[in-house]
């Protein structure tokens, strides 16, 4: 059975225009060419070849909302939406890296970084020669990044990184990495810098690829730094200001997931509906049951409502306007609606635990996103503390 899937009539939504959905079908085109024919190889390997990093970029998958002066795409955050769901429907998750690098670790530089540095990074990232990763969660530090234990000891030569990242998204293809570490330790997140890190510098190593339940062609290692000597120019942004800038970029990174989370949503109940037509029992197909067409009533209701709020977050974000409490509850609703995925696997009956079925790899694919970006039971923290 294959991914594709009757795509949202995105014009409906009054959110794209005609250029937006232009670059939707470069995206949906280049997918299908250059992904989905070699996806179930890429997970046996546990990661994808490094030249498909290049090809996304000269195909304008990488930064597009970056300035055109930086080699960006000249776009807008739809821009990056329309990346994120087109990966999402089909389940490409090899590819998650992509919305990583260019819309979570680039716009640090294009937001705080000098203009220099921007001139000298950006249009590398954008190309795909360099591929990017962000390296915050720590062994003991998950969720709460105020306590990382990673250090960055400023010296006359630059700043000496020591410390341990895990789960980090593009590490094992990543040529810098962007570290969060404490510069001033006894000042908690008052004390917390950027450091844009090349991976060839003396020290820094890399462990294995990380064996996860699901997006197993997306890499993910550890990253260890035994004194990596950080130039003093690669510091992004103000020292000890990286707190703030976290919270600022963790706005978008949650919204972002929550696009993720309702586009895999759509995807699996539109596999659903149309397999539960196919597949006869007792004489007929399994959608005359009234047990299932209530169910995927139900589902499709769910999926409708998620849609909705996560559209009106991301008209918000689009104006200026969406706050981190807003981008929590997004977070939070797509991510646990996607719970659902279970009920419609049952429906699949024995093929449903088959990874050769959509459905099946969207259970595992898709569970992650309650647990990164922020977990769902720190998305509440930061809802409860409005009340």
Excluded at 261 to 286: M, N
């Amino acid at each position: 059975m294959q991914t594709t899937t009757r795509h949202t009539a995105t014009a409906r939504r009054g959110i794209f225009s005609a250029d937006h959905e232009l670059f939707r079908t470069t995206v949906r085109r280049f997918i299908e060419r250059e992904i989905l024919p070699f996806h179930a190889d890429w997970e046996q390997a546990g990661l994808i070849p490094r030249e498909v990093w290049r090809k996304a970029g000269r195909a304008g998958l990488l930064l597009p909302m970056a300035a055109a002066e930086y080699g960006g795409g000249g776009g807008d955050f739809l821009h990056t939406a329309i990346v994120v769901e087109e990966i999402a429907r089909v389940l490409a998750s090899g590819v998650l890296g992509f919305t990583t690098h260019s819309d979570i670790v680039a716009p640090y530089l294009v937001n705080f970084a000098t203009h220099e540095q921007k001139l000298r990074w950006l249009p590398g990232l954008a190309n795909g020669d360099i591929v990017s990763s962000i390296a915050m969660t720590e062994p003991s530090a998950g969720s709460d990044l105020k306590a990382i234990r990673t250090t960055a000891e400023r010296t006359s030569e630059g700043y000496r990184l020591n410390g341990q990242k895990t789960f980090i998204t593009n590490g094992f293809h990543a040529d810098r990495v962007l570290v969060v570490a404490k510069t001033r330790p006894e000042a908690g997140a008052k004390g917390m810098s950027l450091l844009w890190v090349d991976t060839t510098t003396p020290g820094f190593s890399r462990g294995r690829v990380l064996d996860k339940i699901g997006q197993r062609a997306q890499d993910t290692v550890e990253l260890f730094f035994d004194k990596v000597l950080v130039p003093l120019d690669c510091l992004i942004g103000d020292e000890d200001k990286a707190f703030g800038y976290l919270m600022h970029g963790l706005v978008q990174e949650r919204l972002m997931i929550a696009l993720r989370c309702v586009t895999h949503l759509e995807a699996a109940l539109d596999w659903t509906i149309q397999y539960t037509k196919e597949r006869s029992t007792f004489g007929k197909p399994l959608i005359e049951n009234q047990y299932t067409r209530f169910k995927l009533a139900e589902i499709k209701t769910l999926a409708h409502a998620t849609r909705a709020f996560v559209d009106a977050c991301l008209i918000r974000h689009m104006a200026g306007e969406l706050d981190a409490e807003g981008a929590a509850m997004a977070k939070l609703w797509a991510s646990e609606s996607t719970r659902a995925i279970d009920d419609l696997l049952q429906m699949f009956g024995g093929y449903g635990f088959m990874r050769e079925y959509p459905i099946g790899r969207a259970l595992t694919d898709v569970r992650g996103n309650r647990i990164y970006g922020g977990s769902s039971e720190m998305m509440k923290e930061i809802i409860s503390r409005t009340l």
